[in-house]
């Protein structure tokens, strides 16, 4: 009857023991797998674990009570009320209870050998938070350090997003791999804990989610916005918020760069197909086309709507799903302008513009009997895009022969911009910055393993000679390589593997993997050629952009362009020792984003990028 209130008790109970399994990928993008786990190591139970009755769809609050041994501590969503140990000699037990005031739509509990620290924090408008960490008794020291930068990030989020709507946030360390933002708490891997994981894009991104997908929540029917924006918040816009703008052109040109990648045409989707990542193209498009979304909307509204529309949103919506639908709406609303046309075409629809320059035309003066000769009064430079054309707009430079740079912001729709320039101008750049998402053909980019990765055919070369110690890490690579997908979904890439005295350049096809030097892999030597003056490989040493590096503890991953072309790469892994070489090579595809890298004894020490001019949409001319 309406009015009353219905109480149904539950009694039950049961094992929970599904240990977590271990993802198989070149580069980690996915936690550990279970749906839930009670063991020794630790306890796990979340939505998929079923542990407490649910109707599916409903946004419930909770009131739990957590029983466990003594020298345990439990940590869930909202405040803890209350906690006493009840004796009991050898069987005494902890019992703790949790308030879960926010309507939440999934209950995750976890609990272990926690060491708890906490620290009160008073936000500008006097909300008081508490701000904890759970960590194990051997990483407790490193308390400090999460609670700081955990206070860092509040403080610069509730400034821009609004009030923080949990009554704490705890840092807790898990036992198997993860990085799970939760209502209230971030559940981080003990080997992420351990790595000081406090950077914008870690930390302060399961921060950011506390506003972005744990208040304001998301509804994977209808599409995952959560992701993109949450990546624009932290992984992006804190570097522009503290000031680092070369950082933050940086990472607009590694989210162009991977979606090109990792995004061939063929299998690219909307952003609003975007549900959850599983491999990398998934997150070249959920996370950071999306991101790369919210920042051209940003600049097409203005700062001033954008973040009325981010904290719009977030008090509009708190408690509540959220839709890209209703994104659109609000900031619509804010920016008083009709942005479905926006919507639509950069979330609703497949793909990116390619930008190309098509040709130049100069324009001469008439009539005019005061020039000696035939100088151009003004010259036109037609960039052009294919069907679909998108509306787009994008900065411009115009650098003058006297050193002056003209900058304007160029608005596209349709086939052909045309943009005059002063006779003068020495050099046009589009786009410098990336400050707009566009499609950049493989060939234009600078040569990176992850070319290699996600080519469509690839070889792996491995060393002809050398004991079992000094082959076994090159082994590792080629089985690893050999076994893992590229990022196409159709199909999985043909890798060939060949010993390096059976090498021939004639019948290997798309990219190349070498590994080894020159003493044990004759491959090098091709491979050197093919990189030209920048690289050199001996026996005891190695040179790269003029330098030469020497000493057991040297490792040299280098890329150069395939001299067939087409985006395809030839790479080189080499090691001056057995030792440095498997240092470096478990982490091997972590170092998949610049032309090379030079390790010494497992740290970089120099690194760098070939020319890869068509990154850098340009083109120079005489003026004159």
């Avoid at 950082?247 to 061939?264: D, P, S």
């Amino acid at each position: 009857m309406s009015g009353e209130t219905l109480i149904l008790q539950w009694h039950y109970e049961g094992v929970i023991n599904e240990p977590p399994r271990e993802p198989r990928h070149l580069r980690f993008v996915t936690p550990s797998e279970t749906a839930g786990h009670i063991g020794s190591e630790g306890v796990y139970l979340s939505v998929e674990t079923h542990w407490y009755p649910d109707l599916p769809g409903s946004l419930a609050t909770f009131d739990v009570r957590v029983t466990l041994p003594e020298g345990w501590e439990a940590v869930t969503l909202g405040e803890k009320t209350s906690r006493r140990l009840v004796p009991g000699g050898p069987s005494a037990r902890v019992e703790s209870d949790w308030r879960v005031a926010a309507q939440t739509e999934a209950l995750t509990l976890v609990a272990n050998r926690f060491v708890i620290k906490t620290r009160d924090w008073t936000a500008a408008d006097g909300q008081r938070v508490q701000v904890q960490t759970y960590l194990f008794p051997e990483d407790a020291a490193l308390a400090d350090e999460y609670l700081e930068a955990s206070v860092r990030y509040l403080e610069a989020y509730t400034k821009l997003v609004g009030p923080y709507p949990f009554p704490k946030f705890a840092v807790v360390e898990n036992f198997f791999a993860s990085g799970l933002g939760m209502p209230s708490f971030t559940l981080l891997g003990s080997g992420v804990i351990k790595r000081h994981y406090v950077q914008p894009y870690a930390l302060g991104h399961e921060i950011v989610h506390s506003w972005i997908g744990n208040w304001v929540l998301n509804d994977l029917k209808t599409g995952n916005w959560v992701e993109g924006l949450t990546t624009y918040l932290a992984n992006y816009y804190y570097d522009e918020l503290t000031g680092k703008l070369d950082q933050a052109r940086e990472q607009r040109r590694l989210m162009l760069l991977g979606y090109a990648v990792h995004v061939w045409p063929r299998e690219d989707y909307p952003v609003a197909q975007f549900t959850r990542k599983t491999d990398q193209k998934d997150n070249a498009i959920g996370y950071q086309k999306a991101a790369m979304v919210f920042h051209m909307l940003r600049r097409w509204i203005g700062e001033e709507a954008f973040w009325k529309g981010i904290r719009r949103l977030v008090k509009d919506h708190g408690g509540a799903y959220a839709t890209w639908r209703d994104l659109e709406r609000v900031f619509s609303e804010e920016a008083r302008e009709d942005l479905r046309w926006f919507f639509a075409q950069w979330v609703e629809r497949p793909g990116a513009p390619a930008l190309k320059v098509r040709d130049i035309s100069f324009h001469f003066a008439s009539g005019r009997k005061d020039l000696p000769g035939p100088i151009p009064e003004s010259v036109t430079v037609h960039i052009v895009q294919r069907e679909p054309w998108y509306r787009l707009r994008f900065p411009i430079w115009i650098e003058l022969s006297d050193g002056a740079v003209e900058k304007r912001t160029v608005e596209a729709d349709g086939p052909e911009t045309p943009v005059t320039v002063p006779p003068h101008a020495w050099r046009v750049r589009i786009d410098p910055d990336y400050e707009a998402f566009r499609r950049m053909p493989r060939s234009d980019l600078p040569p990176i393993l992850n070319l290699l990765v996600t080519d469509e055919q690839r070889t792996v070369v491995l060393p002809a000679t050398g004991t079992e110690a000094e082959r076994a890490p090159y082994q590792d690579i080629a089985d690893r390589l050999a076994g893992t997908r590229a990022s196409q979904a159709s199909s999985a890439p043909a890798t060939e593997i060949l010993r390096g005295d059976a090498f021939s350049a004639d019948r290997v096809g798309g990219s190349m993997l070498i590994l080894g030097g020159p003493a044990a892999n004759p491959a090098t030597g091709w491979a050197e050629r093919a990189c030209g003056d920048r690289v050199r490989f001996e026996p005891d040493r190695f040179t790269v952009d003029g330098q030469t590096y020497e000493g057991a503890g040297m490792v040299l991953l280098v890329s150069c362009r395939h001299p067939t072309g087409g985006g395809r790469v030839v790479t080189v892994f080499y090691g001056l020792s057995p030792a440095a070489t498997a240092k470096v090579a478990r982490l091997l595809f972590f170092y998949g984003w610049q032309s090379y890298l030079v390790f010494r004894d497992g740290v970089v020490v120099a690194r760098g990028d070939f020319d890869a001019p068509g990154m850098s949409l340009e083109v120079r001319f005489d003026g004159r």
